[in-house]
Nanobody, 124 residues
Framework: QVQLVESGGGLVQAGGSLRLSCAASGRAFTSYIMGWFRQAPGKEREFVAT????????SYADSVKGRFTISRDNAKNTVYLQMNALKPEDTAVYYC?????????????????WGQGTQVTVSS
């Protein structure tokens, strides 16, 4: 079992940057694929980015490609989401998730553990 706690959300102007962190407690952090998802009011939860255990392989939603970067520090049991050139449409609650499988996936239902979320608001 793993517990996930996100931090780093907040209010930022369009064009600004934020870095989200997700601290994992529990054992075998390197066993998990990690992902970031987001959910805006009235919308379904959507995939943002995912990273494999070593940090070498990543995947991004088209809407964030080139602006967001996912990374992980296995020594600190933490995964990050660096968000640059933020747009108002990036406004959402951002969730960190862990997947016990070995294959990167963009499907929320495939992830086993979730954090409580952190709010990101981008003003125009």
């Amino acid at each position: 079992q793993v517990q996930l706690v996100e931090s780093g959300g907040g209010l930022v102007q369009a064009g600004g940057s934020l870095r989200l962190s997700c601290a994992a407690s529990g054992r075998a952090f390197t066993s998990y694929i990690m992902g970031w998802f987001r959910q805006a009011p009235g919308k379904e939860r959507e995939f943002v980015a995912t990273i494999n255990w070593s940090g070498i392989t990543t995947s991004y939603a088209d809407s964030v490609k080139g602006r967001f970067t996912i990374s992980r520090d296995n020594a600190k049991n933490t995964v990050y989401l660096q968000m640059n050139a933020l747009k108002p449409e990036d406004t959402a609650v951002y969730y960190c998730a862990a997947d016990r499988s070995s294959v990167l996936t963009t499907t929320p239902a495939r992830y086993d553990y979730w954090g409580q979320g952190t709010q990101v608001t981008v003003s125009s």
